[in-house]
DNA sequence: ACCTGAACACCGTTCAAGT
DNA sequence: ACCTGAACACCGTTCAAGT
């Protein structure tokens, strides 16, 4: 289900010369800076080092958010992809589980994208899109696996997403490394208790 | 190696009449400026609204999360004794769920508070030891569950005080009420998959 | 012993002037 | 069409001066 043809994406419109090099150089230096000093780091920072005026990061990002919606953007469509590749895996529980993995790891990729991702949920913007888009990717293997009866049915797709979302949000802030975050899913998923 | 003796522990020293009252009206309006904006409230604010200059705030609460810890320590307080009556409850399972939803309870308290609790964590400061009381609180009900065979081995008492903590975090940050903080613990103990 | 608030540092955001 | 950077606002934190 990916229609290709009506992508509201934003096409990239045509941008001056130095207006696409200034922006390739700020989103280069912004994912050196949100990978040293997390989604907070300074703006300012990130234009000098760019060598860019602070007003032109304005321009091209005018938000914080858009800055982490573009650098996330690729990830976001992997999201998808892996979810249509699951879509019609032997296991719809395993399928759900290996995509929700994915998304742990992915709200990990730098301190505070967690909280970002979680915080621009609600709200209007680009990056608000891309997480929603993000729960529709999920929300196709969760209805499948709780449909063929493996998921129990009072939880929900935002249930899910929600609980991968904080993993990531507690495995970035304790200092678990990240396979402690896959730990913490399966915990989620399987509970807490005793299998006997 | 728990020295109750040596308890570096704040005794609250004796303090001028004014200091004391100045104290006392800083964490007046400090509680309703977490209330009103969460953790991250102006201090400058806090101090201008208790009529005492910023200096005083900072003379009484040298950080933000001293603050925090002088507005939460009832509470954790509260934790603890409520271990203590679970302790001998007769589902040691179910007695750990109790004190795990009051801990999700706690740490939904005012916005910012389980992000403050889970940084202070691995600190050093007054909040980092409340973490850390909160953490053995929950420790003992914890290891009587699994002694007894109702947890899985290759849980820690981190794991599910972390759990909590972001499952605090995340029904704070989406506009879930309570009662969501309740199912999604709930969830995270029994696992997503349907009983059958 | 305690309080005050000016001073400093740092950051986000806007906008008039420039090319 | 795009860039620049000064200007403004806001906040945290320290510290010299005061009582």
Redesign the pocket.
Known sequence: MDSTTTRPDQEP????A??????ARLLDEARVAFGERGT????????RRA??????????F???DDLVESLISGEVQRLGTLSASLAEADDPFDALRTWLQALVRHACAFRGLAESLVTAAGGEGRLAMACHDTESAGQVLFERAQRSGHVRPDASTQDVVDLACSIAWITERSERDLGEGDRLLDLALDGLRAQQ
């Open positions: 419109r045509p941008l001056r130095d207006a696409r090099r200034n922006r907070e780091a300074s703006l300012d920072e990130i234009a060598g860019v005026g602070i007003g032109t990061l304005y321009r091209h005018p938000t914080r």
